[in-house]
């Protein structure tokens, strides 16, 4: 049975850490319904014991990306708890070690080309179908694209190469939207404070070869930046937006 449908709904992927985290609580704490999808189910739990949320607005979805019968699954669900979907955070994705493109194996780069680009064109999918076919019709999409859909880092064939599609599916949504009501924008976030840039903070090899910490900015602010663009009409879009700790090496890179 359909429970009654909230004034918002959210899916945010990769929402048991980090930034998806951060997103998950504030849209709770903003009074969205929000459904959480990541690989470990105990994250998921935790994460919603962090927000102390109405459990009736929470729904725990344990989902690899990767796999689209997974995400099918998962939108389904969603709809049937909730009845409709307002906004996607397109957040799930992987990294790998820094690599020269010949050093990097068949296995590694298609695992990542499956969470990053792949698993982020399933969701799209799903949510748009949902957006375009409920009433009122409509949703936004908001795909996290990372600093690295801009320029690279050195030895990050993979990543970068999965964050600069993210940038062309960002556009392709955005225009195929627009009959629909669906908004979609881009978030391209640089040196958040979580477990996976803990490496900036230890020290990483940079463009001239040298391997130097880099300054770090609280994961809120991420989390700030993702809510503004949740929160806007749909005849209002930010298209793309870049949020990063200040004096990272970011201008001038390389």
């Not at 929160?231 to 298209?239: E, I, Y």
Request: proline share 5%; net charge neutral; hydrophobic share 45%.
């Amino acid at each position: 049975m359909m429970s009654r449908t909230p004034d918002r709904v959210a899916v945010v992927t990769g929402a048991g850490s980090g930034i998806g985290r951060a997103v998950t609580l504030g849209l709770l704490r903003d009074g969205y319904a929000v459904v959480l999808a990541g690989r470990r189910a105990e994250a998921l739990t935790e994460t919603v014991a962090c927000a102390g949320a109405d459990l009736a607005r929470t729904l725990c979805i344990p989902t690899d990306v990767a796999d689209p019968n997974a995400v099918a699954a998962l939108f389904h669900q969603t709809e049937a708890r909730f009845g409709r979907l307002d906004v996607l955070f397109n957040n799930a994705g992987i990294g790998a070690p820094q690599m020269t493109v010949d050093e990097m194996a068949i296995d590694r780069w298609r695992a990542v080309v499956d969470t990053n680009l792949n698993g982020a064109f399933y969701c799209a999918r799903e949510a748009f179908r949902i957006m375009r076919a409920q009433t009122p019709q409509g949703g936004r999409i908001i795909n996290n694209g990372s600093i690295s859909a801009q320029v690279p880092r050195p030895g990050t064939t993979a990543y970068t190469t999965t964050k600069h599609a993210m940038t062309g599916l960002t556009r392709s949504l955005s225009l195929d939207g627009r009959p629909f009501n669906i908004a979609c924008g881009q978030i391209d976030i640089g040196n958040a404070e979580t477990e996976i840039a803990e490496p900036m903070r230890k020290g990483i090899r940079q463009a001239d070869g040298s391997v130097r910490a880099e300054p770090l900015m609280e994961v809120a602010h991420a989390a700030s930046a993702v809510l503004y663009m949740a929160g806007l009409p749909l005849s209002a879009n930010v298209q793309f937006m870049t949020v990063m700790a200040t004096t990272m090496p970011f201008i001038g890179r390389g």
